[in-house]
T-cell receptor, first 112, second 110 residues
Framework: DGGITQSPKYLFRKEGQNVTLSCEQN?????MYWYRQDPGQGLRLIYY???????QKGDIAEGYSVSREKKESFPLTVTSAQKNPTAFYLC???????????FGPGTRLLVL | QKEVEQNSGPLSVPEGAIASLNCTYS??????FFWYRQYSGKSPELIMS????GDKEDGRFTAQLNKASQYVSLLIRDSQPSDSATYLC??????????FGPGTRLSVLP
């Protein structure tokens, strides 16, 4: 059953804590993306990666970090430098042949 | 700065009517265009993709693209209450990044 999985579904962060959001895909897509969505807002690009061991900053990369050690995995770390992390985080991957982007189910991050 | 604009809505239509959702984009180099549906609290799901000028139909959905006017639209025929959601327009530039519009909230009234 092919698709994109994200975990956890909900994540709580304490002040000063780093947290990592998981994203895995078995679609054999080369490109992967992280977006942030705030209530009533559109999607904003955090980071993207088009190939293993390479990634680029998006529009709102400050306070976030990523790695791409495997084609299937693109974890996102929300660092303590991100002062307003409460949001819905969406991972996506792209079929470069059809230029179509597919989304995982999302992780909702809340601050305690 | 590449931009994609949509009316935020809400757009309210009665059940069985045609819902018309509109999107404009700023960069003439845009190559491919997508409509996503997002239910409250869920992730976006792909409805339609369109790559060339004209209409593309899939069931009750029709996407329309006019590159000269930098305009893409989505028509939903025989609207159902289950179509009530936010519809996101997305534009892909040269196979690189996607730019998403803010979304239009559609409410189909029974």
């Amino acid at each position: 059953d092919g698709g994109i999985t994200q975990s956890p579904k909900y994540l709580f962060r304490k002040e000063g804590q780093n947290v990592t959001l998981s994203c895995e895909q078995n679609l054999n897509h080369d490109a992967m993306y992280w977006y942030r969505q705030d209530p009533g807002q559109g999607l904003r690009l955090i980071y993207y990666s088009q190939i293993v061991n390479d990634f680029q900053k998006g529009d709102i990369a400050e306070g976030y970090s990523v790695s791409r050690e495997k084609k299937e995995s693109f974890p996102l770390t929300v660092t303590s430098a991100q002062k307003n992390p409460t949001a819905f985080y969406l991972c996506a991957s792209t079929d470069l042949g059809t230029e179509t982007q597919y989304f995982g189910p999302g992780t909702r991050l809340l601050v305690l | 700065q590449k931009e994609v604009e949509q009316n935020s809505g809400p757009l309210s239509v009665p059940e069985g009517a045609i819902a018309s959702l509109n999107c404009t984009y700023s960069d003439r180099g845009s190559q491919s265009f997508f409509w996503y549906r997002q239910y409250s609290g869920k992730s976006p799901e792909l409805i339609m993709s369109i790559y060339s000028n004209g209409d593309k139909e899939d069931g009750r959905f029709t996407a329309q693209l006019n590159k000269a006017s930098q305009y893409v639209s989505l028509l939903i025929r025989d609207s159902q209450p289950s179509d009530s959601a936010t519809y996101l327009c997305a534009v892909n530039y040269y196979g690189q990044n996607f730019v998403f519009g803010p979304g239009t909230r559609l409410s189909v009234l029974p």
